[in-house]
């Protein structure tokens, strides 16, 4: 079957870096997302991998691993707004997304 | 760019009633839109997958007759929740995907419907 894991929560100090991880298992690849969803709202998109390597997009980066299955996303310098969840999606070979549960990311001032 | 409206945002009403919720790519022709429900603390979960001009999609276990989707243009896709129950109540979102790029560009989401049925 197809499966993204990543943690159910994380808890960081503002101002610190944090690194959220995501593993996959799905019936082919083409891309994995990641998106960011505060509470009672829609997800916005951040940051998009296709090609192994590191992504960067200003406090956030993105890294990718296809032979290991394996994601994270790098929040630096944190902020009290980024308190929010972060979603993985893996594109399966059918352009599907698989989402991940998500991740809780509280920060602490 | 990339932005996508959905309405309404909140709905309250009787049990029994039908819902209906518009979704639009405002700046860009979206080929295939996508509908997603979630309940609360819960994972988004996709309920359809639509495309212009064709018939919707459903992912097993969603009732097509119950969950009524039309993407009749290229810019709008509405979801009608017939005879809504307590149980339908939920936060209800659309994504939307355009075609320049072809299918590895994102999904663009609308701000989600937030629906309870009394």
């Known amino acids: 079957g197809q499966n993204i894991d990543q943690p159910t929560e994380m808890t960081a100090t503002e101002g610190a870096i944090v690194q959220i991880n995501c593993t996959y298992q799905?019936?082919?690849?083409?891309?994995l997302f990641w998106y960011q969803q505060h509470a009672g709202e829609a997800p916005t998109f951040l940051s998009y991998?296709?090609l192994d390597g590191l992504e960067e997009k200003g406090r956030f980066s993105s890294f990718l691993s296809r032979s290991k299955g394996y994601s994270y996303l790098l929040l630096k310098e944190l902020q009290m707004k980024d308190s929010a969840s972060y979603l993985c999606?893996?594109?399966?070979?059918?352009?599907?997304?698989?989402w991940g549960a998500g991740t809780k990311l509280i920060i602490k001032p | 760019g990339a932005v996508v409206s959905q309405h309404p945002s909140w709905v309250i009403c009787k049990s029994g009633t039908s819902v209906k919720i518009e979704c639009r790519s405002l700046?860009?022709?979206?080929?295939?839109m996508f509908w997603y429900r979630q309940f609360p603390k819960q994972s988004l979960m996709l309920m359809a997958t639509s495309n212009e001009g064709s018939k919707a999609t459903y992912e097993q276990g969603v009732e097509k007759d119950k969950f009524l989707i039309n993407h009749a243009s290229l810019t709008l896709s509405t979801l009608t929740v017939t005879s809504a129950h307590p149980e339908d109540s939920s936060f209800y979102i659309c994504?939307?995907?355009?075609?320049?790029?072809?299918?590895?560009?994102?999904?663009?989401f609308g701000d989600g419907t937030r629906l309870s049925i009394l």
């Open positions: 994504s939307a995907r355009g075609r320049d790029r072809g299918d590895h560009q994102p999904q663009h």
């Open positions: 700046d860009f022709q979206a080929t295939t």
């Open positions: 991998n296709v």
């Open positions: 999606a893996v594109m399966d070979s059918n352009y599907q997304l698989i």
């Open positions: 799905t019936s082919g690849f083409n891309g």
